[in-house]
Every structure is written in structure tokens, then in C-alpha cells.
């Protein structure tokens, strides 16, 4: 079955810690995108990818790290520069159309807590 | 101004009633509209796409885009207590259009 794969589905989170959360997806999508999601504030955008090799900025990046060295994987670290990383990590994964584009799919997504 | 917004509701309606779902958007460059729905504690799983100005039906679910107004809906038909999840609307923007914005969601609950 094709879908996006996220891991672990809890995390915890140390002090000065950095934490790397996992996606993977295998529907042959070009482009992946980073959410972060509060009570009551909806969807925030981190990061996202386009192609490999390559990666833009969201409107909360600060903090946070990516990498695109392959199509399928697109992993996100929460660094120690994060002061508040407790919320729901989203990934997803869409195909980029000519103009009009296909729909986000997203992953289980990943539940980080400082402990 | 938000990018997308949505009336947070919450939204309550009795079983077998339509349920109609709001949203704004802001930019007019927009050409993807999407309506997704998130059940407490889990991602969000997509409903409907929608393109064109006009309805677009799924089932008991039914778009409505009119990018004059820049506005976009979602209606559904016959609600059962299984549709009780938040409905957040979704909308391509930014330099290229490459990015989704999301609205903060509305909260339904179908009373049976």
C-alpha cells in the first residue's frame, strides 16, 4: 500500500537535546512538507521540498532542521535551539501539478513532549 | 490577515441535517481549494478537491468555490455522529503557489 510513514509516534524530548523525526513516503511524490500542529492554532508550516537537494523555509523554521537527499525521505530534527517543541508533527506529500495542485497526503504524524 | 480563515465554531447539528462549513481566503493568485477532515488525535485525511468556480459533489459531501468572493464552503448532507471531527480548509498560495495554507478548522459535532 502506498503511503507516507512517520516514526516514532511518540516522542520525548531531553534539555539541550536534538531529536530527529522520520518520514518516508513511497507514492512517487516530488514534493514534502513539515507541519506543526497546537490546540486551537491549526497548521503551521516548517519546511518544505520541492525536489531532492533542496528545501525552502516555512513560517516556523526557526529551530528546526531538514534534509531531501532522497525522493522517498524527508526527516526533520527539532534542535536545542527549539525552546518550545511540544505539539503534533505532520509530514505530507503532494505531486506537483502545472498550475493547479494535487492534494496533500499526510502521514500518522508524531507526538513530541519535553520530558 | 490570515491566509485562510474558518469560523472555529463549535458547530452543532442533529443527525440527518446539513452541516455547512465556511472558509476565506486572502490570496487571489489561489487555484487549489481543499476540504479536509481531523478526527481528535489523528492527521488529517482529505474530502474533497476542488479547481473550478461552481459545486462539486462527493457523495453527501459538496464543495462550493466562488473565487470572486474568495470564498469556499463545504456542505454535508444527511450529518451522522461519525462526521463529529474538525474540518479545516486548505488553499495553495505563496511565491509559485507551492505552499498550503490551513485554516485554524471548525469544530462539528452531529448530536444523534
Known amino acids: 500500500d502506498g503511503g507516507i510513514t512517520q516514526s516514532p509516534k511518540y516522542l520525548f524530548r531531553k534539555e539541550g537535546q536534538n531529536v530527529t523525526l522520520s518520514c518516508e513516503q513511497n507514492l512517487n511524490h516530488d514534493a514534502m512538507y513539515w507541519y506543526r500542529q497546537d490546540p486551537g492554532q491549526g497548521l503551521r508550516l516548517i519546511y518544505y521540498s520541492q525536489i531532492v537537494n533542496d528545501f525552502q523555509k516555512g513560517d516556523i523554521a526557526e529551530g528546526y532542521s531538514v534534509s531531501r537527499e532522497k525522493k522517498e525521505s524527508f526527516p526533520l530534527t527539532v534542535t536545542s535551539a527549539q525552546k518550545n517543541p511540544t505539539a503534533f508533527y505532520l509530514c505530507a506529500s503532494s505531486m506537483a501539478g502545472q498550475g493547479l495542485w494535487q492534494p496533500q497526503h499526510f502521514g500518522d504524524g508524531t507526538r513530541l513532549s519535553i520530558l | ?112
Open chain 2, 1 to 112: 490577515q490570515k491566509e485562510v480563515e474558518q469560523n472555529s465554531g463549535p458547530l452543532s447539528v442533529p443527525e440527518g441535517a446539513i452541516a455547512s462549513l465556511n472558509c476565506t481566503y486572502s490570496d487571489r493568485g489561489s487555484q487549489s481549494f481543499f476540504w479536509y477532515r481531523q478526527y481528535s488525535g489523528k492527521s488529517p485525511e482529505l474530502i474533497m478537491s476542488i479547481y473550478s468556480n461552481g459545486d462539486k459533489e462527493d457523495g453527501r459531501f459538496t464543495a462550493q468555490l466562488n473565487k470572486a468572493s474568495q470564498y469556499v464552503s463545504l456542505l454535508i448532507r444527511d450529518s451522522q455522529p461519525s462526521d463529529s471531527a474538525t474540518y479545516l480548509c486548505a488553499v495553495n498560495g505563496g511565491r509559485g503557489g507551492n505552499q498550503f495554507y490551513f485554516g485554524t478548522g471548525t469544530s462539528l459535532t452531529v448530536i444523534p
